[in-house]
């Protein structure tokens, strides 16, 4: 009978199992503390990677993990699922010649006006058709909604926070 077992990966402390390879070669940790991740720069990736590489890119500071298999593309940011709180926000009373309103909460992205959802009373507004995202004048630019007709004499109501970005200014 063969008696086999961990190979420790400790060198200090041969009794220490908190980061070892088993049997069938898989790494196992019983560490509650965490494993930090292979961390540079973008210029640091491997030259040849293998699928399933992971590592922390330092130039975007993100997770990322290289997959070129089926629909993977290479390098790829590891996707976390933090959504940002969703911000109600009531942005003013439509009057028939108002076509203006804001600021929002916080600064949105004004190409993705997607991001946004408005609605007048009770209708939700279609992106690019009922209205666009603008900057506002000054040194500290802010974000309006600017309808392409005046919106009658209803409240109007912003939906903010589908663009996964921090309010920074709210």
């Given at each position: 009978?063969?008696?086999?077992k961990r190979l420790?990966l400790?060198r ?5 199992s908190?980061f ?6 898989s790494?196992?940790t019983?560490?509650k503390?965490g ?8 210029a640091?990736?491997a030259?040849?990677?293998v699928?399933g590489?992971v590592?922390?890119?330092?130039t975007?500071?993100?997770s990322?993990?290289?997959n070129i298999?089926?629909?993977?593309t290479g390098?790829?940011?590891i ?5 940002d709180?969703?911000?109600?926000q009531?942005?003013g ?5 108002t076509?203006?309103f ?6 949105v ?15 939700y ?5 009922n209205?666009t ?5 000054g040194t ?8 392409t007709?005046?919106p009658p004499?209803?409240t ?11 309010p920074t200014?709210?």
């Open positions: 009978m063969k008696y086999t420790v400790n200090f402390n041969p009794t220490d908190s070892a390879v088993a049997i069938d070669s790494i196992v019983t560490t503390v494993m930090q991740l292979p961390s540079g720069a973008e640091d990736r030259v040849y990677p699928n590489v590592r922390y890119n330092q975007t500071n993100d990322e993990i290289y298999a089926g629909e993977g390098w790829e940011k996707k976390m699922n933090r959504q709180d969703i911000i109600c009531n942005v009373t439509g009057d028939y010649t076509s203006v804001g600021p929002l909460a916080y600064n992205d004004i190409t993705k006006p997607q991001n946004v959802m408005i609605y007048v009373e009770n209708v507004q279609i992106p690019i058709t209205y995202l603008t900057t506002g004048p500290t630019a802010t974000t309006y909604i600017s309808f007709s005046p004499d209803k109007i109501t912003a939906l903010l926070g589908f663009d996964n970005f921090a200014n709210n």
